[in-house]
């Protein structure tokens, strides 16, 4: 019996399907993108889909790591935009992976908002997105 329209059984989802994500995912971690490539994104968007080898934005997961731990993953139906944003917006809720760097960073338990009104965060937060334009 199929779930939400999926073509495969459980037994296929687990023992072939999964498995098999895993381990592309396994060998594109070995090799990812760095952050760089991602920062002005919109202003060279030719330019990354050449040097990543793709015509267009696509659907899917991202990953970010730290080293060789993963840090944050998300899934979006634009994965380049979307990475992108979390590397170049200045709002809180576009950039989440940059809001929950600089939450690590500060240390206090704040809402978001309340969070982004307080001066020492904000500035936290505004470094933390300067310094993630440097990774890799």
Request: include cysteine; glycine fraction near 6%; proline fraction near 4%.
């Amino acid at each position: 019996m199929s779930i939400d329209g999926c073509p495969h059984s459980y037994y296929e989802l687990a023992r072939v399907v999964l498995p098999g994500l895993f381990d592309k995912l396994k060998s594109k971690a070995a090799t990812p993108h760095p952050a760089r490539l991602f920062v002005d994104f919109r202003r060279d968007r030719a330019g990354l889909l050449r040097e990543l080898q793709l015509t267009g934005d696509f659907r899917g997961n991202y990953v970010f790591l730290d080293g060789t731990k993963p840090v944050y993953v998300g899934m979006s139906s634009k994965v380049l935009s979307r990475v992108s944003q979390h590397l170049n917006s200045e709002s809180h809720y576009s950039a989440s992976l940059v809001y929950l760097m600089a939450k690590r960073v500060d240390g206090r338990k704040m809402k978001r908002d309340e969070a982004m009104d307080d001066p020492k965060f904000a500035k936290t937060f505004l470094k933390e997105m300067r310094d993630s334009h440097l990774l890799g």
